[in-house]
């Protein structure tokens, strides 16, 4: 079928699932299920397939829309920049760019006490490419990088550097140099082998030793570990980069007075650290910035996802004053056509604005804490799940074995793959439910319910979830 010049409004289901399997890449993750669904329509937390069958979103465009899906208060200002300056050349200036980028920088110094600057670009991988940048030149061509096992910060090739899995760069070799990896602070899975039960969370539990720390503290004892001259402290590498929650990595929290411990290392030896805030910036964790839980000051901040509510690309990042004046960070150091464009910008500030009117600090915290409780209600009736953690509204659920630990990815995707067929009955109405599967066994599902959820639909889904549960282990 030739599409060009034609009327495809009445094109059924099967029509366009044939054009895609003949014309679309499968390079996406589309075919991560079985059975692609097209979705015709959305709303709040709801998506909507050619069936008008209503799926209640758990991931929300990986946290992309946090505030819920045509949002009212965010289109209209993007709509009116629509009508009035829609487009224009980012070499240009408009005042929707300024006023977004000081809102970031005013809200970003209020909480960490820095001076600072934004620059803006397209997507979050590009932010990290930006920031990479940055600590190069402002470490005068230092290019080795620290970073957590486990981490993700997006598939350009500079950013695969410093992303965790290998996965993402063995077809594309190395562009210049891989991170050294370190383990992240994964508790319920300790890499060091201790006891998840002994360890503190943010919500504080029994103190432990920190094992974790120690090791990465270690390397710095001797030039003979790879990373230091010990004649003069000189090191090799130039920053940490950073996820203060993982993300693709199973929303893993970190157990409190980790990051403070780790910065102590970090200030100690001059290594910068970068915060990526990606998937969990813009109050998905309770804070404008998921670090301000863990009380330390980060040197730069990437950002994208949530900045526009999903409505357009763009990203950016802020940094230190330091690292981004004029005289170091001169014009022309880093360009991208899109960036700042002005129906980014319009929405970004929009959804800065619906923020702060909508106190999502109290908002996310209330709903955060009561969804944390009924799914550890969920724990303690089914032996399959093994872990529930959370911080505001990022929680995540990892699925085991009848042996309590072991993780369990089969009926991980089982469930996943369940949820997406649209037939799950409750109240004698059918549902879907939109999961998101993350993790280093891709065993847990981190869920991002929109941040404007209501408390009907968390309720909703504790009973949709369920559902998936008995009918996946029976």
């Not at 289901?13 to 097209?38: R, W």
């Not at 990526?276 to 990437?302: C, N, S």
């Not at 404007?452 to 549960?469: G, K, P, V």
Request: proline share 4%; with cysteine; net charge neutral.
């Amino acid at each position: 079928m030739d599409v060009t010049g034609q009327d495809t409004t009445e094109l059924s289901e099967k029509e366009l699932l044939e054009l895609e399997a003949d014309y679309c890449s499968y390079g996406d993750t589309v075919h991560y299920l079985q059975h692609p669904t097209i979705f015709a329509r959305c709303d709040g937390s709801w998506l909507y397939d050619m069936n008008d069958i209503a799926y209640l979103d758990f991931q929300m465009w990986y946290s992309a829309v946090n505030l819920g899906y045509r949002n009212t208060e965010i289109e209209a200002a993007h709509n009116r920049q629509m009508s009035r300056l829609p487009q224009v050349a980012s070499q240009y200036l408009h005042k929707e760019k300024i006023l977004l980028a000081a809102s970031i920088a005013q809200q970003t110094q209020k909480r960490f006490a820095r001076k600072g600057r934004v620059h803006f670009n397209v997507g979050g991988s590009q932010a990290i490419e930006d920031s990479i940048k940055l600590v190069r030149n402002y470490k005068k061509g230092k290019s080795l990088m620290f970073a957590f096992m486990g981490g993700y910060h997006g598939r350009t090739i500079a950013a695969t550097e410093i992303t965790s899995s290998f996965r993402y760069r063995r077809r594309f070799g190395h562009f210049g140099n891989r991170a050294t990896f370190i383990p992240y602070p994964y508790c319920y899975r300790c890499f060091y082998g201790k006891r998840s039960d002994s360890l503190p969370t943010v919500a504080g539990r029994n103190q432990c030793q920190y094992e974790c720390v120690g090791q990465f503290e270690r390397l710095f004892e001797t030039e003979y570990y790879g990373v230091i001259d010990k004649k003069d402290n000189e090191v090799e590498y130039a920053a940490f980069y950073i996820e203060p929650i993982q993300a693709t990595g199973g929303y893993i929290i970190p157990p409190a007075g980790y990051f403070e411990r780790l910065c102590a290392v970090l200030k100690r030896y001059d290594i910068l650290l970068v915060d990526d805030e990606i998937q969990m910036g813009f109050y998905r964790t309770g804070k404008l910035w998921a670090i301000e839980h863990f009380g330390v000051q980060p040197d730069i901040v990437t950002f994208a996802k949530s900045l526009t509510n999903g409505l357009n690309p763009l990203s950016g990042l802020w940094a230190r004053q330091e690292l981004i004046n004029p005289q170091v960070f001169p014009p022309g150091s880093t360009h991208s056509t899109f960036s700042s464009n002005p129906l980014g910008t319009a929405a970004g500030l929009a959804v800065m604005q619906y923020m702060t009117k909508n106190d999502m600090e109290k908002t996310v915290a209330e709903k955060g804490q009561y969804l944390l409780s009924a799914l550890r209600g969920l724990q303690r009736k089914y032996q399959v799940i093994g872990n529930v953690d959370g911080l505001g509204m990022a929680l995540s659920v990892e699925l085991v074995t009848p042996d309590g630990f072991t993780p369990d990815r089969a009926l991980t995707d089982r469930i996943f793959q369940e949820g997406m067929k649209g037939n799950i009955a409750v109240n004698g109405k059918k549902y879907g439910l939109v999961l998101d599967v993350g993790g280093y066994y891709k065993n847990i599902f981190t869920l991002a319910p929109a941040l404007t959820i209501s408390w009907q639909d968390m309720d909703l889904f504790i009973m949709l979830f369920e559902s998936l549960l008995q009918r996946c282990t029976n």
